[in-house]
């Protein structure tokens, strides 16, 4: 848990960085979710993936998030 912590806030700073739009967007929210997933290799298969972010998120209607091009 304590490696995703850092990864997620790692990238989160440096998305805030190259893409300053982001961080006035998610000004005093967390830009991951809380949890996080794991599993080994071994036991994973492709439709336990599909299941997990089929079940994992919640469509949000006003999220209009969009990347434009350099």
């Known amino acids: 848990s304590e490696i995703m912590r850092r990864i997620k806030g ?3 700073s440096r998305l805030f960085e190259e893409f300053p739009h982001l961080k006035k967007r998610y000004w ?5 979710a809380r949890g996080y997933f794991c599993a080994t290799v071994g036991q994973m298969t492709e439709e336990m993936i599909k299941q997990y972010l089929e079940h994992h998120f919640e469509p949000n ?4 998030f969009k990347m434009e091009p350099d």
Request: glycine share 8%.
């Open 10 to 12: 790692r990238t989160a």
């Open 28 to 32: 005093g929210q967390h830009f991951w």
């Open 61 to 64: 209607p006003n999220d209009n």
